[in-house]
């Protein structure tokens, strides 16, 4: 994010000091709220992208809770009966099976929360270009 533009402001050069404390407050002021503003914004995006990675593996536990139970059912049984009718290699073939896909499910919300940077890029961008704008400033 580049800093907004601003006209140069005139300096009176019979202006007094007690002038120039007033103009550098009101400008600090106005700066650090901008600063907060920009801290509020990035936070903000970074909380919705983060609900949306928490909204997608909700998603993902509650469709696979749902579509597993029915699954699980079947596959034992099925795999049971092909196995001479011993249930419990349906059992551990199918629970094998589930918890491969429940890792996948897993690391697909993990990668959605990794996404959103958390660091606030942009406030630290804007800050080092306060910085160097004061240094400037105190350079004139």
């Keep these: ?16 000091i007690p002038d120039l404390f007033r ?8 700066l650090v709220s901008d600063e907060v503003r920009l801290a509020k914004l990035e936070i903000n995006e970074s909380v919705r992208a983060g ?6 593996l909700a998603l993902a536990f509650g469709i696979a ?5 029915g699954l699980t059912i079947f596959s034992v049984t099925a795999i049971g009966r092909l196995a001479a009718g011993h249930i419990w290699v349906g059992a551990i073939v199918t629970g094998v099976v589930e918890l ?41």
Excluded at 1 to 16: E, F, K, Q, S, Y
Excluded at 51 to 56: D, E, K, M, N, V
Excluded at 100 to 119: D, E, T
Excluded at 126 to 132: I, V
Aim: proline share 5%.
């Design 23 to 30: 103009r550098l407050t009101d400008d600090s002021k106005r």
């Design 65 to 69: 809770v749902v579509g597993m139970v």
């Design 100 to 140: 491969g896909l429940a890792a996948l499910l897993v690391k697909k919300g993990i990668g959605a929360f990794g996404k959103p940077s958390y660091s606030l890029e942009q406030t630290r961008e804007s800050l080092k270009d306060t910085r160097s704008w004061v240094a400037h400033s105190r350079a004139d």
């Design 1 to 16: 994010m580049t800093a907004p533009h601003t006209t140069p402001t005139r300096i009176d050069p019979d202006a007094g």
């Design 51 to 56: 609900a949306r990675g928490a909204l997608w």
